[in-house]
């Protein structure tokens, strides 16, 4: 065997390398064992080659027309952790920290870094639902979609169509992200059903979207001076924990227009009035200044609730104390036991107003209403009381006057004297200063007949001072129903004029 464009020094020979070998002098298995062993080499010589340093497949070099069509974010094969290169940075650090390395001639300054300038993080929010505001805790519950804006240059990846990229909340715990807290929260949570709601997405040149559906309590400080006509005005305060204004600069993203809310957003008993959005500095003495947002929003409550619980009640309990007014000052049992039940009811609505109420140390508008109203009805049945003793009194007086003056029939008009049962009806009627023909009834003689005591020991000037003085009380007491009569005009307008004053004032 001779190559091809090679000659054999010697016939017979096939000359390799430096050796000559005689291929017809070898044995028969020898040349077999080199046979199989050429044959070995050629076929490893057609596999592909690998590289020794990273164990992968040589790929042909792609042509200029595919590599203008080539979109990095589009590649199925490649893993995001090595297109964002996440394992190649320090995701500890805020973005923009250290970027500017200078070299001091202090020996113990070299290859420092400075701090770089505070990072811009926007914000905005769409509130999902208002779900309930607490009067007795003081504090409100809301649902919303919570997003950051942001750059970070350690996330820039090669792209030529300008397509972003699009994680769930996997990536979260791999990258910086802002650390914004709820200031005044009491509870808050990630809804995580199916999974966690957090969604982020990278931009080529590093821009981040960070977004989060979140459920938070906050307190809300409230004033019920004005309750239940009151506005209420409350705020959820966004802020950083761990970084100050140097730091990390929070804004909202697009002012005013940063903050949308669904419109099928409604209470049972307020009315949002307003949503709006603020922002300042908040200081702390040991850790320093920190931008804070607001979201603030104002609630008007729905009056027509408490209109038919409270204040309707209250009303007809007033009202209804008003017919003890009407009924015979003698029917002891309907009276007390009419103004009795008005007092216990109006006892029972301001114990169950003030239940569902927190323990606050001021007068509030109900307790005004409801506390006027408590002490209309209350006088009501002072009023019968007062009825009831003068009409005892009276009567005891009368008593007293049969068991002292007993009738002497055809006595001078001169001399006074009691009436009762043995004079005849013509001389009572002498008495009472009419006419003997004329006859008067039950009730003329009980309203219309004045009685005195004739003392014959006193000077007609003493006995007229007496009568002056004795007049007026003489006809209080003979006309006990009188009372009754001036209290069926003055409790209402009272009560009327109140209620005029206290819905001026607090409407």
Not at 99 to 121: E, M
Not at 137 to 165: C, G, I, Q, V
Request: with cysteine.
């Amino acid at each position: 065997m001779v190559e091809p464009g090679k000659t054999c020094p010697i016939e017979g020979h096939w000359k390799a390398g430096c050796c000559i070998v005689d291929i017809d002098k070898m044995p028969y298995f020898t040349r077999l064992i080199l046979f199989l062993f050429c044959l070995m080499v050629l076929v490893e010589s057609r596999k592909p080659r690998r590289k020794r340093w990273t164990g992968q497949l040589e790929m042909p070099k792609p042509s200029n027309s595919y590599k203008k069509n080539l979109d990095m974010t589009k590649i199925g094969t490649g893993k995001p952790q090595q297109l964002l290169r996440v394992d190649d940075h320090d995701f500890s650090m805020r973005p923009a920290f250290g970027a500017f390395p200078f070299r001091s001639h202090a020996f113990f300054l070299k290859d420092t870094f400075i701090w770089g300038p505070a990072i811009p993080v926007g914000v905005d929010v769409q509130v999902e639902s208002l779900d309930s505001i607490s009067e007795v805790d003081m504090d409100f519950t809301m649902t919303l979609y919570l997003r950051h804006y942001w750059k970070d240059e350690r996330l820039a990846f090669p792209s030529t169509s300008n397509k972003s990229m699009t994680f769930d909340g996997r990536l979260v715990k791999k990258i910086w992200v802002p650390d914004v807290f709820f200031v005044h929260s009491k509870r808050s949570f990630i809804h995580d059903t199916t999974t966690d709601n957090i969604m982020l997405r990278v931009f080529p040149d590093g821009h981040v979207l960070y977004s989060m559906r979140i459920t938070v309590t906050a307190m809300c400080n409230m004033d019920f001076s004005h309750f239940p006509l009151d506005s209420q005005t409350c705020s959820l305060e966004l802020e950083s924990y761990a970084y100050t204004d140097e730091d990390l600069m929070l804004y909202w993203k697009n002012g005013d227009e940063s903050l949308k809310t669904d419109e099928k957003i409604s209470l049972s008993q307020f009315l949002i009035q307003k949503f709006h959005t603020t922002s300042r500095l908040a200081f702390y003495s040991s850790t320093g200044w920190y931008n804070r947002l607001y979201i603030n929003f104002t609630l008007h409550r729905h009056i027509f609730f408490f209109l038919l619980q409270t204040y309707f009640p209250a009303t007809l309990m007033v009202m209804l104390s008003w017919v003890s007014f009407w009924i015979d000052h003698k029917a002891v049992p309907a009276r007390v036991s009419l103004g009795i039940t008005t007092v216990l009811t109006m006892s029972t609505i301001i114990t169950g107003v003030n239940a569902s109420m927190p323990r606050v140390s001021y007068i509030k508008a109900v307790d005004i209403y409801l506390w006027v109203s408590f002490v209309f009805v209350f006088l009501s049945v002072l009023e019968y009381a007062a009825v009831n003793y003068l009409t005892t009194v009276q009567e005891w007086k009368e008593r007293k006057l049969r068991e002292k003056v007993p009738c002497m029939c055809g006595m001078p008009h001169s001399k006074t004297m009691m009436l009762d049962g043995s004079c005849s009806e013509s001389e009572a009627n002498s008495l009472a200063g009419y006419p003997r023909n004329h006859i008067l009834t039950e009730e003329e003689k009980q309203d219309k007949i004045v009685v005195h005591l004739a003392l014959g020991s006193e000077s007609s000037s003493s006995r007229k001072r007496g009568l002056l003085k004795g007049q007026v009380g003489l006809r209080l007491f003979q006309n006990t129903h009188a009372i009754d009569k001036y209290s069926r005009l003055i409790f209402p307008a009272s009560y009327i004029f109140f209620n005029l004053i206290y819905w001026s004032v607090f409407s």
